[in-house]
């Protein structure tokens, strides 16, 4: 089977039909003589499963992913919740300042 690497030795692709005589077209790849697949490994949550070459064999790797960018929705409307608050707050503000000089709080 042939593997194809990164720069990093990061597994991208594989291919199980090329023979080994035919991957000297291809700079990124290596004959690896067992077996292989992407879907390899336990799933691990809040984990991406990677996989490198270690120079004998494919090795799996875990790596955090990422929390997810939120959407322009979720953007805007965290926005508009905010201000909301914030002007509810200022108002609040205002109203407490009014009673304290109209002595009906201390």
């Avoid at 691990?44 to 799996?60: C, D, F, S, T």
Wanted: hydrophobic letters at 35%; charged letters at 40%; glycine letters at 6%.
């Amino acid at each position: 089977m042939v593997l194809f690497l990164k720069e990093d030795n990061e597994i991208y692709a594989y291919n199980k039909r090329l023979k080994k005589e035919d991957i000297e077209k291809y700079q990124d790849a290596i004959w690896y003589e067992g077996d292989f697949d992407f879907l390899d490994g336990k799933d691990k949550e809040g984990y991406a499963k990677l996989y490198r070459w270690n120079g004998e064999k494919p090795i799996l790797e875990y790596i955090p992913t990422p929390e997810p960018e939120p959407t322009i929705d979720e953007k805007i409307y965290e926005a508009v919740i905010k201000s909301q608050d914030e002007i509810r707050q200022e108002g609040a503000d205002m109203v407490m300042e009014e009673m304290k000089k109209r002595g009906l709080i201390v």
